[in-house]
Nanobody
Framework: QEQLVESGGGLVQPGGSLRLSCLAS????????IGWFRQAPGKEREEVLC????????HYADSVKGRFTFSRDNAKNTMYLQMNSLKPEDTAIYYC????????????????WGKGTLVTVSS
């Protein structure tokens, strides 16, 4: 059974850092398109970063480029989102997601989702 579990969310002050983890079970992350998404209150879910399995290139949203960094540990079947220089507007529920397709990694292409972890950036 495919399952994704996020962890690492919490309360952090502006300018601080957090590292989110996503542990996958029942599937291999290195065989799929993967991504991180977030949803702030009253807003639609947006892409934070996405990686197509066809090219393995990490595409970051402009809003997080230079501040967020993706990494993975294939041995642990886990992916990470290192978030630095956090801003109040980064406050959202963060989701990891996996898609079976090789050429898309957008919201609609994702087949499996975690339940999310809340990140709150506030002083």
């Amino acid at each position: 059974q495919e399952q994704l579990v996020e962890s690492g969310g919490g309360l952090v002050q502006p300018g601080g850092s957090l590292r989110l983890s996503c542990l996958a079970s029942g599937l291999r992350l290195d065989y799929h398109s993967i991504g991180w998404f977030r949803q702030a209150p009253g807003k639609e879910r947006e892409e934070v970063l996405c990686i197509k399995s066809s090219d393995s290139i990490t595409h970051y949203a402009d809003s997080v480029k230079g501040r967020f960094t993706f990494s993975r540990d294939n041995a642990k079947n886990t992916m990470y989102l290192q978030m630095n220089s956090l801003k109040p507007e980064d406050t959202a529920i963060y989701y990891c997601a996996v898609g079976r397709g090789s050429y898309r990694c957008d919201y609609h292409a994702m087949d499996f989702w975690g339940k999310g972890t809340l990140v709150t950036v506030s002083s």
